[in-house]
Structure formats: structure tokens, C-alpha cells
């Protein structure tokens, strides 16, 4: 019994031996600021050999108290801004691009960017990317990384490619229809600033992806639940009122990257100012408005062609024929009420009110559109027993005036197109 207890001890003991050697003795860090050294020495002029030797292996850190983190990549990551190691491997490589000009890491670190764990001192906790653990904040690659940017950045960046291309199919795709972000949109579906932190939105896809499209979502299961969202939307819950755009694999992963943008601000980071944008014409902020809101279920240019299960007309209405359901035939007279809206807001506000016979027969109709606008509509049902088809939605709480009355000038605008 004793032989065993000394055995046992033993055992311990050498167990822990070796783990104080592989933390504190030969971590991996210190392998690889050695051979940082011994590549400085083979760089062989003079120069180079005398910083080699005045080059202390020690764990190395960026503390940032106010975005309140610990950055030790660069324990291993020594080389990031020396451009001779431009064309080693990492973790001895220099960084790509002008980034750390651009920001330098003493004031803004590494995880601001790529996420990892700051603190972690081997590679494999740092990436925090492992496909069996939940980690909060893998590690971001290429082109996932460009997401946050935007916690800092506002102004369009050409260095994120996918971001940009996100966000335009969110913007003109009519995805705040149903979702809201940043508290303005639709109702239907939920709110999506918050998704892209993982922390907060516990989400799992349920998909059983392949090892290709898994890889391409850096084994993160927060790219990998909203690209599912956004790819398969009858993944979870199966019956969703969420439509399926039949999006490519590559688009989908260009929205990924913008949904992943929108979480909470981390702590430490500012917005950019944003380059003064000038004011939209009138109509082009009626379309602006209308791919925000409206053409998801309307249809591109309001040409319709969205089914509505169970629903009565089995569609859901065009509007581009509003210019016709106002009588608005004559070009002058479309401009006469177009130009109204922009100068009066109201129709009936006009002063002095357009010159022209059917006005007061397109104020009827516009008042109708107006208030279905503001106050939605309860669709009629095909079958009464049948399920319960896509409303429309109230307007009034998320829409501006302004936003409303340019929305029906566009919608009026579109009479040839
Ligand atoms: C301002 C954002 C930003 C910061 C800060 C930043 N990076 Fe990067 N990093 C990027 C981008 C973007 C890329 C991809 C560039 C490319 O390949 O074109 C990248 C690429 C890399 C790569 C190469 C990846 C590969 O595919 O080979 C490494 C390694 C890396 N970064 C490490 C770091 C470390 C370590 C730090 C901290 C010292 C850091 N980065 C700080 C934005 C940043
Ligand atoms: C203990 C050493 C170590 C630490 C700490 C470390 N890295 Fe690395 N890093 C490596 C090694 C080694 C590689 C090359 C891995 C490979 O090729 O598989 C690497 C590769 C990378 C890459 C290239 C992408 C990839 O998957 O190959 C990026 C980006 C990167 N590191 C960023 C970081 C960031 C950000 C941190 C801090 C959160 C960090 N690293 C901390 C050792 C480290
Ligand atoms: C923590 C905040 C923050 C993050 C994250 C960040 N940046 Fe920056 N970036 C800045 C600041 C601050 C400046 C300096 C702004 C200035 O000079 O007007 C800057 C400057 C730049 C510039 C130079 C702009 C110019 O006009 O010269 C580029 C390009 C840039 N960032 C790209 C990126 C990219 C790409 C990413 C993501 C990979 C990124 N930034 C992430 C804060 C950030
Ligand atoms: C017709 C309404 C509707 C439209 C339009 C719509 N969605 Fe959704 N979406 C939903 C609903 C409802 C859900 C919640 C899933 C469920 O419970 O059915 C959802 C879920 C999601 C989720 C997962 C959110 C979470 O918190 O789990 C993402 C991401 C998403 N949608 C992205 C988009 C994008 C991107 C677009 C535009 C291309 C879009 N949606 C357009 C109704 C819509
Ligand atoms: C979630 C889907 C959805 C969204 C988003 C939506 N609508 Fe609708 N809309 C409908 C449905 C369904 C009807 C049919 C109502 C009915 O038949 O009772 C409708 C009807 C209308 C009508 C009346 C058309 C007619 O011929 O009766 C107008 C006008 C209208 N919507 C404008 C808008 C505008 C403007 C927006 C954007 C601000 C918008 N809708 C966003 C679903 C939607």
C-alpha cells in the first residue's frame, strides 16, 4: 500500500514538474523568441548581431486599462513590425499591410481587431478556436476580422471588401422590414445589433455544416449561427416568417461579416467622425427608405412577386401602379404632387394646393395609402383555419414624417419604370 502511495507521489510530482517546465521554463513563447534570435544572428550584418543580443526573452504584453485588456500575442508575435520578416512564418512574420502604422499597437493592441484571448500565453487558448469548446471571442481571420473596423471606423473602409458588400445587400434588401437595428425598424423578427457577441446571444447553428463551409466560418460558432440564419432560414425554428433570398454561400458570408459587425461597443473604442454626407434629393431618399423597409416584401422597385402564405391574393401588393390608383397620368401632375410632399409634407397641408382637376381624387387615395402605411393592415386570410399570413406592419412609431412622404413621392415616381 505504502510502495503505491510513494508511486503515486512520484508520478505527481513528475507530472507537475513537467508542467511548470512547459509554463515557466520552455513556454512556448520563449521557443519562439529564441528562434527570433538565432534569425537575427543568421541576418548577418553587424547591426543586426549586436540586437540580437540585447534582445531579452521575457513574456511581453500591451496593457490597455481602458479597453480593459492584456494583449501577450506579441509574446510570440515579436517580428509584427520589423518589414525583414516579411516573408517568414508566423508567428515570426511580419504583419501584413500598413495596419499597425496606421495603429499602433501600443495604443490599440492586437484582440481590438483579431478577438483571441489577449491573456492566453500558447497558441492554442490565444486562437480560442477549438471546435468542441465554447470560447466567447475566437479568434478572427480573414475576412471575418474586417467586422470590427466598424466598432471604431463609420466611413466605408476599402480594405473590407465583404463588409461593404454586406451591408449593401442588408441596406437594400429591405432586411429592417421585419428586424430592427439599433432600435429602429420592423417588428417581426428580432432585434440584430447584439448577434455578433456571442457572449450575450448564446446561439448555436443546428446545421450540421461540412468541414468546408466550417472552415471558411473559422470554427466560430457566432459566424456559423448567423450565416446559418441568413443561408438556410428554415434551419431554426423551421416555420419562420423569415423569407428565404436563396443567397450564395459567398454573399451569405458577406452579410455574416456585417451582422458580426453590429454588438455592443467594446469598451475603449470612439467612433470616427463621419465625412459629411450631402442630403439626399427628395426621391432618392423615398428609395433609400423604401430598400430599407419596404422592398423585401413589396419587391424590387415595388414590382411585387413575394408570396404570402395563406393570404387572399396570395402576393403581397405591388406598389409601383400607386401613381395609377392616384390618377397621377400626366407627368405634371405627378411632379406637382411630388414637389407638395416635399415642400408641404402633407397633401392636405398644401398652400395653396396644386392646380390641377384629379388633385382632390388623388388625395383620397394617397389619405388611404398614407394610413395603411402608418397603421398596417391585417391581411385577409385564404383559409380561416390556415396559419396566419404576413401582416402589414405599423410604421408610425419607426418612420419619420419626412421618411414617409418621400417613401410615397418615390413610390409615385415609379410610375414608367
Ligand atoms: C487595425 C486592425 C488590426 C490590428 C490592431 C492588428 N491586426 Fe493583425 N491583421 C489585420 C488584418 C486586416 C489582417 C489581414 C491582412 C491581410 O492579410 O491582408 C491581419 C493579419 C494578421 C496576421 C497574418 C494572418 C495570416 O493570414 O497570415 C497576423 C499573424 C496578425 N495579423 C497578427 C496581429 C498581431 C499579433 C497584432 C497585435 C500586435 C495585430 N495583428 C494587430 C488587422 C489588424
Ligand atoms: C504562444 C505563442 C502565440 C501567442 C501568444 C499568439 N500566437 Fe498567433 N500564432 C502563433 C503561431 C505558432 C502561429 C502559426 C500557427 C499555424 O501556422 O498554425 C500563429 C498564427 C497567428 C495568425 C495567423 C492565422 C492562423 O490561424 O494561422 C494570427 C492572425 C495570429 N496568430 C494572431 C494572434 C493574436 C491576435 C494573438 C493574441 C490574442 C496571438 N496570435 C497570440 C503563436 C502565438
Ligand atoms: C479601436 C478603433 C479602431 C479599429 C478597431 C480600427 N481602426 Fe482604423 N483607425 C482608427 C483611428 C483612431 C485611426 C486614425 C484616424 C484618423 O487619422 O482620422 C484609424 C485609421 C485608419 C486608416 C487610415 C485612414 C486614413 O485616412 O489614413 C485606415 C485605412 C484604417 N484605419 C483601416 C482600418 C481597418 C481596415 C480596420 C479593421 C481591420 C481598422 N482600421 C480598425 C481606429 C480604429
Ligand atoms: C418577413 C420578415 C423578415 C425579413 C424581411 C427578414 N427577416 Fe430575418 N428573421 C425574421 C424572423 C421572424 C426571424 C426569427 C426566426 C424565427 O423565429 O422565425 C429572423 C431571424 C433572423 C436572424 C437570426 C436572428 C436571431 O437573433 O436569432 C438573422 C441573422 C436574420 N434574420 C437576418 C436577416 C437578414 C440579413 C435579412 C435581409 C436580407 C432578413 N433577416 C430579413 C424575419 C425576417
Ligand atoms: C413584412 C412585410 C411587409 C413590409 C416590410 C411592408 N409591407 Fe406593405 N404590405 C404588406 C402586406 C401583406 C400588405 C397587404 C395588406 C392587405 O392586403 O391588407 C401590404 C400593403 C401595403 C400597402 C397597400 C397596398 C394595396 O394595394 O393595398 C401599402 C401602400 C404598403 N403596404 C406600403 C408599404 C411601405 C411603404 C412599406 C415600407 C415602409 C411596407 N409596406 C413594408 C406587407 C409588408
Not at 531579452?56 to 525583414?84: F, G
Not at 511580419?94 to 484582440?111: F, M, R, V
Not at 481587431?113 to 466567447?136: F, I, L, M, S
Amino acid at each position: 500500500m505504502k510502495i503505491l502511495l510513494y508511486i503515486s507521489s512520484i508520478i505527481i510530482i513528475i507530472f507537475s514538474g513537467l508542467y511548470l517546465y512547459q509554463e515557466n521554463i520552455a513556454p512556448e513563447w520563449r521557443s519562439h523568441q529564441l528562434t527570433y534570435i538565432d534569425m537575427l544572428e543568421e541576418k548577418s550584418d553587424p547591426e543586426t548581431i549586436q540586437a540580437s543580443y540585447s534582445f531579452p526573452v521575457k513574456l511581453r504584453q500591451i496593457y490597455l486599462p481602458e479597453m480593459n485588456r492584456v494583449d501577450r500575442c506579441v509574446s510570440c508575435h515579436v517580428t509584427m513590425e520589423d518589414p525583414r520578416f516579411e516573408k517568414e512564418e508566423n508567428p515570426l512574420m511580419a504583419h501584413p499591410g500598413e495596419y499597425l502604422e496606421k495603429h499602433d499597437p501600443e495604443k490599440y493592441g492586437c484582440t481590438i481587431c483579431h478577438d483571441g484571448q489577449g491573456r492566453a500565453v500558447n497558441w492554442k487558448d490565444a486562437a480560442a478556436d477549438e471546435p468542441d469548446v465554447y470560447w466567447t471571442t475566437p479568434i478572427l481571420r480573414k475576412p471575418f476580422l474586417e467586422a470590427n473596423c466598424y466598432h471604431c471606423h463609420v466611413d466605408l473602409l476599402k480594405e473590407t471588401p465583404y463588409y461593404s458588400l454586406g451591408k449593401q445587400y442588408f441596406e437594400t434588401g429591405g432586411c429592417l422590414g421585419c428586424h430592427k437595428r439599433d432600435g429602429k425598424g420592423g417588428y417581426l423578427g428580432p432585434e440584430l445589433r447584439g448577434l455578433g457577441d456571442a457572449s450575450s446571444y448564446i446561439k448555436f447553428p443546428v446545421k450540421d455544416f461540412n468541414q468546408n463551409t466550417f472552415t471558411q466560418l473559422n470554427y466560430n460558432r457566432n459566424l456559423a449561427y448567423i450565416f446559418e440564419s441568413v443561408r438556410f432560414p428554415g434551419a431554426q425554428p423551421e416555420e419562420t416568417l423569415m423569407f428565404d433570398f436563396k443567397f450564395s454561400d459567398e454573399d451569405a458570408r458577406a452579410i455574416t461579416v456585417y451582422i458580426k459587425s453590429l454588438t455592443a461597443y467594446p469598451d475603449g473604442t470612439q467612433r470616427l467622425s463621419q465625412k459629411p454626407v450631402s442630403a439626399l434629393p427628395f426621391i432618392k431618399k423615398g428609395q433609400e427608405t423604401f430598400h430599407l423597409y419596404c422592398t423585401a416584401c413589396h419587391g424590387k422597385k415595388g414590382k411585387g412577386g413575394v408570396k404570402n402564405p395563406n393570404y387572399a391574393k396570395d402576393y403581397i401588393p405591388k406598389l409601383n401602379t400607386l401613381s395609377e390608383i392616384m390618377f397621377l397620368y400626366k407627368v405634371e401632375d405627378r411632379n406637382a404632387v411630388i414637389s407638395t410632399l416635399e415642400t408641404f409634407g402633407d397633401l392636405l397641408d398644401a398652400d395653396p394646393k396644386p392646380d390641377f382637376r384629379g388633385f382632390f381624387k388623388a388625395i383620397a387615395k394617397y389619405m388611404s395609402v398614407k394610413s395603411i402605411i402608418l397603421n398596417g393592415h391585417i391581411v385577409e386570410k385564404k383559409d380561416s383555419d390556415g396559419p396566419t399570413p404576413i401582416n402589414m406592419p405599423t410604421w408610425e412609431k419607426s418612420l419619420s414624417d419626412d421618411e414617409v412622404f418621400s417613401v410615397i413621392a418615390y413610390l409615385i415616381s415609379l410610375y414608367d419604370q
